[in-house]
Protein backbone atom coordinates (compact mmCIF):
# COMPACT_ATOMS: atom_id res chain seq x y z
CA UNK A 1 0.00 0.00 0.00
CA UNK A 2 1.36 3.60 -1.04
CA UNK A 3 1.97 6.74 1.59
CA UNK A 4 -0.91 8.92 1.84
CA UNK A 5 0.16 12.73 2.46
CA UNK A 6 -2.24 15.27 3.58
CA UNK A 7 -0.97 18.79 3.05
CA UNK A 8 -4.33 21.42 4.26
CA UNK A 9 -3.87 25.17 4.61
CA UNK A 10 -5.47 28.44 3.94
CA UNK A 11 -5.44 30.09 0.57
CA UNK A 12 -2.25 31.23 -0.92
CA UNK A 13 -0.64 29.38 2.68
CA UNK A 14 1.99 28.07 0.68
CA UNK A 15 0.31 24.49 1.01
CA UNK A 16 0.78 23.77 -2.93
CA UNK A 17 4.50 25.12 -3.11
CA UNK A 18 5.44 22.89 -0.02
CA UNK A 19 3.13 19.71 -1.33
CA UNK A 20 5.20 19.93 -5.32
CA UNK A 21 8.57 20.12 -3.42
CA UNK A 22 7.73 16.84 -0.64
CA UNK A 23 6.52 14.98 -4.26
CA UNK A 24 9.11 15.79 -5.78
CA UNK A 25 11.89 14.54 -2.44
CA UNK A 26 9.71 11.15 -1.91
CA UNK A 27 9.75 10.03 -6.17
CA UNK A 28 11.99 9.03 -8.00
CA UNK A 29 10.90 9.61 -11.39
CA UNK A 30 8.04 12.25 -13.18
CA UNK A 31 5.52 12.59 -10.90
CA UNK A 32 1.74 12.95 -12.19
CA UNK A 33 -0.04 16.38 -10.81
CA UNK A 34 -3.48 15.20 -11.26
CA UNK A 35 -5.09 19.05 -11.08
CA UNK A 36 -8.84 19.20 -10.59
CA UNK A 37 -9.84 22.93 -11.46
CA UNK A 38 -12.07 23.39 -14.49
CA UNK A 39 -11.74 26.73 -16.29
CA UNK A 40 -14.42 29.15 -15.04
CA UNK A 41 -13.14 32.34 -15.70
CA UNK A 42 -10.08 34.42 -16.90
CA UNK A 43 -9.36 34.93 -12.64
CA UNK A 44 -8.84 31.25 -12.79
CA UNK A 45 -7.45 31.19 -15.97
CA UNK A 46 -4.88 33.33 -14.63
CA UNK A 47 -4.50 31.38 -11.22
CA UNK A 48 -3.89 27.96 -13.35
CA UNK A 49 -1.62 29.35 -15.46
CA UNK A 50 0.86 30.51 -12.66
CA UNK A 51 0.31 27.00 -10.64
CA UNK A 52 1.69 25.45 -14.26
CA UNK A 53 4.36 28.06 -14.24
CA UNK A 54 5.20 27.22 -10.70
CA UNK A 55 5.88 23.57 -11.25
CA UNK A 56 7.57 24.16 -14.35
CA UNK A 57 8.56 20.66 -16.26
CA UNK A 58 9.18 18.83 -12.96
CA UNK A 59 5.54 17.33 -13.35
CA UNK A 60 3.31 15.38 -16.05
CA UNK A 61 -0.12 16.99 -15.91
CA UNK A 62 -3.45 15.28 -15.88
CA UNK A 63 -6.44 17.40 -16.00
CA UNK A 64 -9.81 15.72 -14.04
CA UNK A 65 -12.61 17.40 -12.27
CA UNK A 66 -14.53 14.89 -11.34
CA UNK A 67 -13.15 10.94 -11.63
CA UNK A 68 -10.13 10.81 -9.50
CA UNK A 69 -10.21 7.21 -8.91
CA UNK A 70 -10.41 6.72 -12.85
CA UNK A 71 -7.58 9.18 -13.45
CA UNK A 72 -5.00 7.92 -10.53
CA UNK A 73 -5.77 3.90 -11.34
CA UNK A 74 -3.66 3.41 -13.77
CA UNK A 75 -0.41 5.77 -12.71
CA UNK A 76 2.84 4.23 -11.64
CA UNK A 77 4.05 7.32 -10.21
CA UNK A 78 3.22 9.32 -7.21
CA UNK A 79 0.39 11.31 -7.58
CA UNK A 80 -0.11 15.18 -6.36
CA UNK A 81 -4.26 15.79 -6.30
CA UNK A 82 -4.26 19.69 -6.58
CA UNK A 83 -6.95 20.07 -5.33
CA UNK A 84 -9.39 18.35 -3.22
CA UNK A 85 -11.18 21.21 -2.28
CA UNK A 86 -11.96 22.53 -5.93
CA UNK A 87 -12.68 18.78 -6.58
CA UNK A 88 -15.88 18.89 -4.05
CA UNK A 89 -16.71 21.90 -5.75
CA UNK A 90 -16.63 20.16 -9.20
CA UNK A 91 -18.74 17.21 -7.50
CA UNK A 92 -21.24 19.27 -5.96
CA UNK A 93 -21.79 21.80 -8.81
CA UNK A 94 -22.45 18.53 -10.99
CA UNK A 95 -25.05 17.12 -8.27
CA UNK A 96 -23.18 14.56 -6.34
CA UNK A 97 -24.11 13.74 -3.06
CA UNK A 98 -21.99 14.11 -0.02
CA UNK A 99 -22.14 10.20 -0.19
CA UNK A 100 -21.09 9.78 -3.70
CA UNK A 101 -18.04 11.93 -2.72
CA UNK A 102 -17.50 10.33 0.38
CA UNK A 103 -17.35 7.04 -1.77
CA UNK A 104 -15.24 7.91 -4.39
CA UNK A 105 -13.01 9.44 -2.02
CA UNK A 106 -12.49 5.93 -0.25
CA UNK A 107 -11.65 4.14 -3.24
CA UNK A 108 -9.14 7.07 -4.06
CA UNK A 109 -7.90 6.28 -0.50
CA UNK A 110 -7.87 2.24 -1.27
CA UNK A 111 -5.63 2.87 -4.24
CA UNK A 112 -1.78 1.41 -3.62
CA UNK A 113 -0.13 4.48 -5.31
CA UNK A 114 1.85 7.19 -2.80
CA UNK A 115 -0.99 10.09 -3.35
CA UNK A 116 -0.49 14.04 -2.08
CA UNK A 117 -3.51 15.84 -1.27
CA UNK A 118 -3.80 19.32 -1.16
CA UNK A 119 -6.82 21.22 0.97
CA UNK A 120 -7.73 24.19 1.83
CA UNK A 121 -8.99 24.49 5.21
CA UNK A 122 -11.96 26.40 5.17
CA UNK A 123 -13.25 25.50 8.53
CA UNK A 124 -11.29 27.98 10.23
CA UNK A 125 -13.31 30.97 8.76
CA UNK A 126 -16.59 32.72 9.83
CA UNK A 127 -19.60 30.53 8.81
CA UNK A 128 -21.22 31.67 5.62
CA UNK A 129 -24.68 33.85 5.10
CA UNK A 130 -25.97 31.24 2.57
CA UNK A 131 -26.72 27.30 2.87
CA UNK A 132 -24.57 26.24 -0.52
CA UNK A 133 -21.88 27.85 1.40
CA UNK A 134 -22.15 26.33 4.58
CA UNK A 135 -22.81 23.01 2.91
CA UNK A 136 -19.73 22.99 0.85
CA UNK A 137 -17.98 24.00 4.33
CA UNK A 138 -19.36 20.96 5.89
CA UNK A 139 -18.57 18.57 3.21
CA UNK A 140 -14.75 19.94 2.82
CA UNK A 141 -14.36 19.59 7.25
CA UNK A 142 -15.84 15.74 6.76
CA UNK A 143 -13.57 15.40 3.29
CA UNK A 144 -10.67 16.34 5.62
CA UNK A 145 -11.35 14.16 8.35
CA UNK A 146 -11.47 11.40 6.02
CA UNK A 147 -8.46 12.00 4.14
CA UNK A 148 -6.19 12.96 7.82
CA UNK A 149 -7.55 9.72 8.96
CA UNK A 150 -6.38 7.69 6.38
CA UNK A 151 -3.03 9.13 5.49
CA UNK A 152 0.29 8.53 7.04
CA UNK A 153 1.14 12.27 7.08
CA UNK A 154 -0.36 15.12 7.58
CA UNK A 155 1.01 18.64 6.90
CA UNK A 156 -0.84 22.20 7.93
CA UNK A 157 0.78 25.29 6.22
CA UNK A 158 0.56 28.65 7.44
CA UNK A 159 2.25 31.76 6.36
CA UNK A 160 4.64 29.65 3.95
CA UNK A 161 5.85 26.99 7.33
CA UNK A 162 4.74 23.71 6.80
CA UNK A 163 4.39 21.88 10.27
CA UNK A 164 3.67 18.51 10.20
CA UNK A 165 0.76 17.34 12.66
CA UNK A 166 0.54 13.38 11.56
CA UNK A 167 3.25 11.21 10.80
CA UNK A 168 6.92 10.28 11.00
CA UNK A 169 9.26 13.47 11.69
Same mark, same amino acid.
Given at each position: ?????? %??????????? $? +??????????????????? !? %??????????QNH???????????? !??????? +???????????????????????? !? %??????? !?HLL?????????????????? &??????????????????????IAQ $????? %???????????? &???
Open positions: MGTKTL %FIGGVKSGKSF $H +AEKYTLKKCKNIPIYLATT !E %FIDEEMKERIKLQRSQNFLTKE !EPLNLFE +AIQPVKSHVLVECISMWINNMLYH !E %FTYEDIQ !EKVLALPQDIIFVQNDVGT &GIIPDNALARKYIDISGKVSQI $HCDNV %FHVIAGIPTQIK &GKK
